[in-house]
């Protein structure tokens, strides 16, 4: 109710045309949004996780909402210096995807290069070696195919049935056993795996098709040189996808990073909060290791007042409607937005939930 009421009182502000001139006001001039998203959908992928794949064809609209508004797509380096020496071109936007996973190669980056905008992709590195599913994820999917069921006996992967299949909290809960046990008995990316090939087996789910189509993995080290010499820009997302509260730990995170990246990591000085998750002793910790910018997954405007440590990004999902992207691009979104807390706690056991630990 709430949400529609919102969309009704933005299309009412539309039509009266305060979201145009917001938009081309001083104010907005001054400002930076800075877009996230995460994977684009090449099956079924955004029904299973609707917050974190977004089907092609809304990226598409939203890509063309950024033209057809006359937004100024910048380079994240670029659009940083201009914001700290107040040169700031009309509606200027950063487009960042997170983890940098195969389907930006094959179904984002098509998108973006057909409309010649710039992208930045922070790269978590652990699984791009490794060419197989990312574990916690590919347990998640497997888990939610099989929905409908109650799994009687869970012995064979360490579990005690029966197994409500469901529920999403009942799934949820078998895969942070699974990962759990996982990091407790120290198990390889190589073991990993094949526990993911067992469940899908147990569950009648084809692992070899999920493999074969490179669902839930991440690009290559080829296919981000590929990409880079087509104007994409890598920055820093951890190695493993994980924010350890140990400085030695949390700096080995981003100097894995940076070496796994290889010659793109000589200029990867932009970082990125796994989960959006940070911690105020972090900032330090990057500055150590001549990071300069970090964007999290609070919403909001980048001004010149914002710390580049923290900077404010608006995660987009298919759940926001048309009327509501554009008002994050005129700034009205962001006036009427109910402030929030930022998150700065980490759990104790960072990097549980994550993608990779190893």
Same mark, same amino acid.
């Given at each position: 109710m709430l949400r529609t009421i919102r969309r009704a009182a933005l299309q009412l502000l539309q039509n009266f045309g305060v979201s145009r001139v917001l938009a081309d006001s001083k104010w907005r001039k001054n400002r930076l949004l800075?877009?996230?998203?995460?994977?684009?959908s090449r099956n079924d992928e955004h029904l299973w996780r609707p917050k974190l794949y977004m089907q092609p064809e809304v990226f598409r609209?939203?890509?063309?909402?950024?033209?057809?508004?006359?937004?100024? @797509?910048?380079?994240?380096?670029?659009?940083?210096?201009?914001?700290?020496?107040?040169?700031? #071109?009309?509606?200027?936007?950063?487009?960042?995807?997170?983890?940098?996973?195969?389907? %930006?190669?094959?179904?984002? %980056?098509?998108?973006?290069?057909? %409309?010649? %905008?710039?992208?930045? @992709?922070?790269?978590?590195t652990y699984y791009s070696d490794y060419q197989r599913p990312i574990f916690n994820l590919v347990c998640s999917y497997i888990l939610w195919k099989r929905r409908d069921r109650i799994l009687q006996d869970?012995?064979?992967?360490?579990?005690?049935?029966?197994?409500?299949?469901?529920?999403?909290?009942?799934?949820?809960?078998?895969?942070?056993?699974?990962?759990?046990?996982?990091?407790?008995?120290?198990l390889t990316?190589?073991?990993?795996?094949?526990?993911?090939?067992?469940?899908?087996?147990?569950?009648?789910?084809?692992?070899?098709?999920?493999?074969?189509?490179? &669902?839930?993995?991440? &690009?290559? #080290?080829?296919?981000?040189?590929?990409l880079a010499a087509a104007g994409v820009d890598f920055q820093l997302h !951890?190695?493993?996808h994980r924010t350890p509260i140990n400085e030695e730990l949390f700096r080995k995170e981003i100097q894995d990073n940076r070496r796994a990246l290889g010659p793109m990591g000589e200029k990867a000085v932009?970082?990125?909060? #796994?989960?959006? @998750?940070?911690?105020?002793?972090?900032? +330090?910790?990057?500055? &150590?290791?001549?990071?300069?910018? +970090?964007? !999290?997954?609070? #919403?909001?405007? +980048?001004?010149?007042?914002?710390?580049?440590?923290?900077?404010?990004?608006?995660?987009?999902?298919?759940?926001?409607?048309?009327?509501?992207?554009?008002?994050?691009?005129?700034? &009205?979104a962001f006036l009427l937005a109910v402030r929030k807390t930022a998150r700065t706690v980490v759990p104790a056991a960072a990097g549980s939930a994550s993608q990779a630990n190893n």
């Open positions: 800075i877009l996230c998203y995460h994977g684009i609209q939203r890509l063309d909402l950024l033209k057809r508004n006359g937004c100024s @797509v910048l380079p994240l380096a670029k659009a940083l210096r201009c914001l700290q020496t107040g040169e700031l #071109p009309p509606k200027s936007v950063v487009i960042t995807f997170d983890d940098g996973g195969y389907d %930006f190669y094959a179904a984002a %980056f098509p998108l973006i290069d057909a %409309f010649q %905008f710039p992208v930045t @992709v922070y790269q978590t869970g012995k064979e992967l360490g579990l005690a049935g029966p197994l409500d299949l469901r529920t999403e909290a009942g799934r949820n809960q078998i895969v942070r056993t699974l990962v759990l046990s996982a990091n407790e008995n120290n990316g190589v073991e990993k795996n094949e526990l993911a090939a067992r469940l899908a087996r147990l569950l009648d789910v084809s692992y070899d098709e999920i493999v074969a189509n490179r &669902m839930f993995q991440l &690009m290559s #080290p080829s296919e981000q040189s590929q !951890t190695h493993r932009h970082f990125c909060y #796994p989960s959006g @998750v940070y911690r105020p002793e972090f900032l +330090a910790w990057l500055q &150590m290791d001549h990071v300069v910018s +970090a964007t !999290t997954c609070d #919403p909001g405007l +980048a001004s010149k007042s914002s710390n580049l440590l923290l900077l404010p990004r608006l995660v987009d999902t298919s759940a926001r409607s048309a009327i509501e992207f554009e008002a994050w691009l005129s700034g &009205m």
